[in-house]
């Protein structure tokens, strides 16, 4: 079953047409990178697609519902990683989550739980109570990640996720992620880099479940001139 599917998205900021007529499908319980050079439109197409921003044609649905609509964003269990993850800079890493999750609707005990679990999970428990202003870069990145996960969302929405990090924090990522789509969850994930077999195992027998979108039938594509390398494609 289809959990994310965008059908000619077209997405103009006055002038500029940022996203003209993509279409991607994401099966359920799959990852799929969309990948793409600076520019490309990769944020614009997942903020059309969070209901983050309005787009001027076309179809984005999360799980059968356009998040533009009133309700889908409390109703739909999705997570998100924005690509510049923003967050009250006096705020304690732990009480960053807490905030976090109380606006998601979860429940005291659950909170309390889960902030232990993904703390420990992304390895940042030694910043629990380090300020936000205080935190290096990749530790943001990794409270966003954090923060994306919290309420064990079915839909789970990364927007250059491995932006800030080390070798070592991409692999822990890249194993996270590949562990949430083994428990079901659907991973859309953007980057600039183009995955190649060794990190993503594109062309070995993973292919079927991470998945590498080019875009390269988009005219994203086709307005710079660039053509992806048929490598990049699963
Ligand atoms: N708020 C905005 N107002 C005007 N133009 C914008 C806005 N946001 C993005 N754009 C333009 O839309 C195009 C796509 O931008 P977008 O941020 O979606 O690309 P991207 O693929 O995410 O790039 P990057 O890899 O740098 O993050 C670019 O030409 C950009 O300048
Ligand atoms: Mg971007």
Redesign the pocket.
């Known amino acids: 079953m289809e959990s994310i599917i965008i059908e000619n998205l077209v997405k103009s900021?006055?002038p500029?047409v940022?996203v003209d007529h993509v279409n991607l499908t994401v099966e359920e319980g799959t990852v799929f990178g969309l990948i793409?050079p600076?520019?490309?439109?990769?944020?614009?197409i997942i903020r059309s697609l969070l209901g983050l921003i309005p787009y001027q044609s076309g179809k984005v649905l999360v799980s059968g519902t356009d998040m533009h609509d009133a309700n889908a964003q409390r109703k739909l269990k999705v997570g998100y990683l924005p690509?510049k993850a923003a967050f009250q800079e006096w705020r304690t890493t732990e009480q960053a989550l807490q905030i976090l999750g109380r606006l998601s609707g979860m429940e005291r005990d659950r909170l309390k739980n889960r902030i232990e679990e993904v703390l420990e999970q992304l390895g940042i428990e030694e910043y629990r109570d380090r300020k936000v202003s205080k935190l290096s870069g990749g530790t943001i990145q990794k409270l966003g990640f954090a923060q994306a996960i919290l309420h064990e969302p079915s839909v789970l929405v990364l927007d250059?996720p491995m932006a800030s990090l080390d070798p070592a924090s991409r692999f822990q990522f890249k194993k996270m992620i590949k562990e949430l789509r083994d428990s079901g969850t659907t991973v859309l994930f953007?980057s600039?880099i183009p995955p190649t077999s060794r990190t993503w195992s594109i062309r070995s027998d993973s292919c079927r479940a991470v998945r590498s979108a080019t875009l390269d039938r988009s005219a994203v594509w086709k307005r710079r001139s660039l053509s992806a390398p048929s490598s990049w494609s699963s």
């Open positions: 900021y006055g500029t940022a793409g600076n520019g490309a439109g990769k944020s614009t690509q250059e953007s600039h």
